[in-house]
């Protein structure tokens, strides 16, 4: 099996780190990783923001450095998202919606495709679990709260096999934290009041750490927590799970 | 975007001045979608209750015209007369012939957030008739001269207090006495006295029953009723999407309804009417006031299928914490941002924007409106029709030139972490709108694919 990795674009300029993670714990999950070095953007900033029509460029790409993979895996649910329902291609529609279905976020792919049972990793600190809104509801990595159906969790699962974990519980189990893409600058006020809830919530549960499946939420959350001089961190979930 | 009128960003703004306020606003609210939770959570056949409601509403939505025609042949049947109004203006004409032709100038209204969407009470009183709104929350916001925030509990945005003041003012209760049940009392003294003199009642219809050609009126405060059993005239507005086929349908919705709205089992009145008392009338005017056009936008056809709950308000983190009035239009919240722009599409341009798409008010939604998915298609549909701002629309294309060339995108990215100031901090080419609250990421050293360039590719 070969799998293609995709980071995107602000994970690779910012979160080096996180990228890191998920190609070395792929890895030691032996799974044989290649990362295409043309790669840019799943285009979900543009589409987001009703622009969808010019993410022909980065759906162009995408096809071409990804086709060719048993599954391409992401450490973001949101990119994920946005390339799952959202991937096309006017030329070769058949190949685009193709590959859409191959796209996994990094968790998913570890429970649901590699269904692993164990890692060798040690966290012994107290994490908040943050639910990113796109990978929960969107890609239903976790049960939500607003339906009736049985709870389950996929990243959570995959915390609880982390050595010395304590995860906090949360007073809203999936409040989104209103980073939304461009949402979090052209609704600014509201943006930053969802954010401090959000980590207001993870602090009076004693947090040490945050950590979620979506780096954007984690870095509209450190924004503030930095800004308010916290000592928590985020932590992308591949970095815990990778012993960091 | 009008000029005139400020869009949700700044209205939200303004309200996140005062922070306390908000965390009330939101933690009310909030605790009404846990009273919802809890309700619905009892019941194991929520989700098929939910797909069945969807699915009715599917079913009128495609024979809507069959539906609302064997509704008009059945209620006229009972003595009920029928009225269509074709827009907002249409509506509120019949409305007010209505009263003048018996010399009615004095019209108790309970709640009908379709008449707040034709701007019913404006149009009468500048006609000179006095309107009273029964609904004790809708009574507020009348006193207060303020629309309502919410289209379930339309002064969830006033504190008790400022009830308290108001209701000194208007209605003559000490100074600085807030106690919710000696001023619900003081309400209910006043109304009463208004319900027994007034001749005429306007009621909106939750639900018109196509099989029989009756409508049911749910409230909590009894207040349809007390309108309507002693008025010589009910006028009931309803919008065209609230038929439903058969009486049996009913079931369904009433069990919906209030779980979703306020997580009670049901609602304390759910009223039939089916037909005029003697020397009684009974009017109903049927009211499309664009809901064909929307029909007809096979994406949104869908937002029709809405029983007006308000669950996906309550939900919603970002109604919570920006108050109905900034959404500057009669329904609020995330239905009312795909409403709207169907209505006049540059001036909400905005408020499919006022969203981060988390999904909540979809998996709330109990006839499965697909919520956030429509906002995502609103937004494509606003920027093709050419309402996005030009310094957005610049930032954007020059974003997607870059990303759609790997070698633009990695002399820009070396070039001082292009990220820092592209993605998505620019879209508004104001740079530190980001910053103003938060701090900025902390730029690496080298990103991910330099690092792989450096330490496997050359393994
Ligand atoms: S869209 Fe759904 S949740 Fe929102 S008010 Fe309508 S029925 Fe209720």
Redesign the interface.
């Known amino acids: 099996m070969t799998v293609g990795l995709f ?1 995107p ?9 996180a ?2 993670a998920t ?1 070395e714990l792929l890895e030691k999950l032996g799974v044989n990783v290649v ?1 295409p ?5 799943c ?1 979900q ?14 759906n ?2 995408f096809l071409k450095n990804f086709a060719g993979f048993d599954y391409v895996v992401a450490p973001s649910g949101s990119c994920v998202l946005h390339i799952r329902e959202h991937l096309h291609s006017d030329d070769k529609p058949n190949l685009a919606t193709e590959l859409s279905q191959k796209v996994y976020e990094l968790s998913e792919f570890l429970t649901d495709v590699l269904k692993i049972t164990s890692l060798p990793s040690k966290f012994p600190h107290k994490v908040g679990m943050h639910q990113s ?2 990978g929960q ?2 890609l239903h990595l976790s049960q ?6 049985p709870d389950f969790s996929k990243p959570g699962r995959l915390l609880q096999m982390v050595e010395g974990i304590e995860i906090i519980p949360l007073s ?1 189990k ?3 934290c ?18 401090k ?1 959000r980590i207001e919530d993870h602090l009076q549960h004693d947090a040490e750490y945050i950590t979620g499946v979506d780096m954007s939420c984690l ?2 959350m ?3 927590l ?2 308010q001089g916290s000592k928590v961190k985020v932590l992308h979930l591949a970095e815990i799970l990778n012993g960091k | 975007m009008q000029a005139e009128t400020k869009d ?2 700044e209205l ?2 303004i ?2 001045k005062d ?1 306390a306020r ?1 965390d009330w606003h ?1 933690e009310t609210l ?1 605790w009404v979608r846990q009273k919802r ?1 809890k309700a ?2 009892v ?2 056949e ?2 098929t209750l939910r797909e069945t409601a969807s699915q009715i509403k599917n079913n009128v939505l495609s024979n809507l015209s069959e539906y609302l025609q064997q509704f008009e042949a059945n209620a006229q049947a009972n003595g009920i007369i029928i009225h269509w109004a074709a827009d907002a203006a249409a509506h509120n004409a019949i409305v007010l012939e209505l009263l003048l032709a018996k010399g009615i100038r004095k019209l108790v209204k309970s709640k009908s957030m379709l008449t707040e969407e034709c701007h019913l009470n404006e149009h009468l009183e500048s006609n000179g008739i006095e309107v009273i709104d029964s609904d004790l929350g809708e009574r507020i916001v009348q006193l207060a001269k303020e629309p309502p925030s919410h289209i379930v509990l339309p002064c969830i945005h006033k504190k008790k207090e400022e009830i308290g003041d108001l209701f000194h003012t208007h209605l003559g209760t000490p100074k600085g006495n807030a106690d919710p049940q000696f001023l619900t009392e003081t309400a209910r003294q006043h109304l009463r006295e208004i319900f027994l003199t007034r001749r005429a009642a306007l009621t909106g219809v939750n639900f018109a029953v196509a099989q029989t050609g009756e409508f049911v009126v749910c409230t909590n405060e009894g207040n349809a009723d007390m309108g309507a059993h002693l008025a010589d005239i009910h006028i009931a507005s309803m919008g065209i999407e609230k038929i439903i086929p058969e009486r049996k349908h009913l079931g369904v919705f009433l069990r919906l309804l209030t779980r979703s709205a306020t997580g009670q089992p049901i609602t304390t009145y759910s009223s039939h009417f089916a037909k005029p008392r003697q020397g009684k009338e009974i009017h109903i005017i049927i009211v499309d006031n664009g809901r064909t056009i929307q029909l007809g936008r096979e994406d949104f056809r869908n937002s029709l299928k809405c029983i007006r709950c308000g669950a996906c308000m309550n ?1 919603c ?2 109604y919570r ?2 108050g109905g009035h900034s959404y500057h239009t009669a329904i609020a919240g995330p239905i009312g941002s795909i409403l709207a722009p169907n209505l006049d599409m540059e001036k909400y341009a905005d408020l ?9 008010c ?3 939604c109990p006839v499965k409106i697909d919520i956030h998915q429509q906002l ?1 298609k609103w ?2 549909v ?3 029709n050419g309402y ?1 701002p030009a310094a ?2 610049a930032a ?2 020059l ?8 070698a633009a ?1 990695h002399t820009a ?1 070396k070039a001082g ?4 100031k592209y ?3 620019a ?2 080419n ?1 740079f530190n ?2 910053y ?6 902390e ?2 050293k ?4 330099e ?3 450096k330490n ?2 050359k393994k």
């Open positions: 980071i674009c602000y994970v690779d300029q910012f979160y080096p780190g990228a890191i190609l990362y070095e043309n790669q840019t953007c285009g900033p543009m589409a987001n923001s009703g622009f969808e029509h010019l993410a022909d460029g980065c162009k790409l809104c796109h509801r969107g939500m709260t607003e339906l009736v159906a809203r999936d409040e989104c209103g980073f939304g893409g461009t949402f979090c600058v052209t609704e600014e006020a509201v943006s930053v009041k969802m954010g809830d870095m509209h450190e924004g503030i930095k800004r | 949700h960003a939200a703004a309200f996140n922070e908000v939101d909030w939770d619905v959570h019941l194991p929520w989700e939900t983190p970002v914490r920006s499919p924007f006022a969203s981060t798409l988390c999904g909540s979809t998996n709330v995502y937004r494509q606003i920027v093709k996005a957005k629309k954007m294309q974003m997607s030139h870059t990303l759609s060339s790997p995108y990215g972490r292009w990220a820092l993605i998505p901090f879209v508004n104001k709108t980001w103003r609250q938060r701090d900025m990421p730029p690496p080298q990103s991910f694919g690092w792989y360039h496997r590719k």
